[in-house]
């Protein structure tokens, strides 16, 4: 099914809103970093809370009376950093975590999630890979997911793609939401020939500052005629339903 790409051209959350009458998906525009919300009358599911800066008013609209799970992929700051700000209190007070990141980190780090109490009933929609082997390198670490038909590889490396990508529900993805933000170290030609049903891929990056994705990346990305969006480019990206249509907005 091919997209059908709105530009809103207002800064109003209020249109965007309105617009969607069914569940939605958003990749928040936040710099270098990651921090996706699948939104729904009841609740908002986070995956990843990190990135350079952060839209407090927009989810303090959309999710501040909902009840919040989130889901880390791993430690790295770009994926956990909005936990550290003091503005996370007054947008999402009602919030638990459903998934927590594996592996080694700082007592800090930790410290984050002590207060954040565990979710009773996780959504059990998502499917989720782990890597099983003691990885001393944060990214390997990195839980894989696939929420519906929208793939987040975290910083997954090529590597662990190798050892995830045949799993048969990663070929239900629709939706690629880059692997590192688009490094060269993630999004394999191996998993790119794993995903034939994927229609977009979106990178959560900055080009202008990291040079993500890497012309590598975007060069597979053309091979497989991928259409592709950054949010450095587009601004938050709204998807509804399965990807049929995709909104973009600042």
């Known amino acids: 099914m091919s997209l059908l790409i709105f530009i809103l051209i207002t800064l109003s959350a209020t249109p965007v809103q309105d617009f969607f009458t069914r569940p939605y998906f958003v990749i928040w525009n936040v710099g270098q970093g990651q921090w996706l919300t699948q939104i729904t009358p009841e609740r908002c599911q986070h995956f990843d809370m990190g990135g350079e800066f952060f839209p407090w008013k927009r989810l303090r609209q959309i999710c ?30 009602r919030r638990c975590l459903a998934l927590p990141p594996v592996g080694k980190t700082s007592k800090y780090k930790k410290s984050l999630l002590a207060d954040i109490s565990p979710c009773l009933s ?12 003691q990885e001393k390198d944060s990214n390997a670490r990195s839980h894989v997911l696939l929420h519906q038909n929208i793939l987040i590889p975290g910083d997954s490396p090529q590597r662990q793609e190798a050892l995830w990508s ?57 091979q497989h005629r991928l259409p592709f969006l950054r949010t450095e ?14 909104a973009a907005g600042k």
């Open 166 to 222: 045949q799993r048969p529900w990663v070929r239900k993805s629709r939706v690629l939401i880059l692997g590192h933000h688009g490094s060269r170290t993630s999004t394999s030609e191996r998993l790119l020939a794993s995903l034939p049903n994927v229609r977009l891929a979106i990178g959560s990056a900055r080009w202008a500052r990291y040079k993500h994705p890497h012309p590598q990346v975007l060069k597979r990305l053309r």
């Open 64 to 93: 501040g009376n909902k009840d919040n799970e989130i889901h880390l992929s791993h430690w790295d700051w770009d994926h956990i950093g909005a936990l550290a700000k003091p503005a996370l209190d007054r947008t999402l007070p």
């Open 122 to 133: 996780p959504a059990s929609e998502l499917r989720i890979w782990t890597s099983s082997t």
């Open 233 to 246: 480019d587009w601004g938050h990206i709204w998807i509804e339903g399965d990807e049929s249509q995709t």
